[in-house]
């Protein structure tokens, strides 16, 4: 098979494994909710697991005696897309939510309207949670990287850097809103494009 070819069908795999990742997650929360289980409380509490993990992980690399828990690179990799869905997942939802609002049932915009609240309240939490266990598998990955494929490093520091950039982004439009300043919608735009470059990194690092 060519190298387009591998790609395309990487490409198709990974984005019907991003719907089904999305869509699991908006299952799950109205599954807690009908079982009146806190979604803010239970998103706080597995998120927070994560990043105290990625941060063992990565101080392992100077204190070897914290000895945290094991977990493959891939495993890592592998969670930083999944979760980086949810991140992207807000745009999608608003562009929908836009869409249907006048065009559709009420129990559908309900639905949609209660997506979009989730996933904007939670959309920075995500994205430190991408970040720590993108570090994570980054750590996990260095005594070993003089064994691996020139194009999984060159790909996954290509993706790494492009996740930090967009991470100081997202930082100085959360500091913009929090001193009641309006940042340009050019910047938003910005933030949503390095999103979109970040995943089509992923598919060539993965």
Known sequence: MSFAGSILIRSFFYCVLSIIDF?????TCSILRLIRISVNW??????????????LIFL??????LSPFQVTEAFLAALS???AVYTAGQWFTR???????????SRIVLWSKNALLFLRKHHEFFG??????????????LPTITTARQYEVITGF???????ISVILGLWIWYQKRT???PPKTVHTIHAALTITFFIALFFHM
């Open 81 to 83: 897309f999944l979760i």
């Open 60 to 65: 392992s690399l100077f204190f070897p005696q």
């Open 180 to 182: 009641k300043k309006l």
């Open 42 to 55: 239970t998103t706080w509490i597995i998120g927070s697991i994560l990043i105290l993990n990625s941060v």
């Open 128 to 141: 430190w949670v991408v970040t720590f266990t993108a570090l994570a598998h980054m750590a996990n990955f």
């Open 23 to 27: 869509f699991l997650l908006l299952g």
């Open 158 to 164: 290509i993706a790494l850097g492009i996740l930090l």
């Open 95 to 105: 562009h929908w939510y836009i869409q249907i609002k006048k065009r559709t049932t």
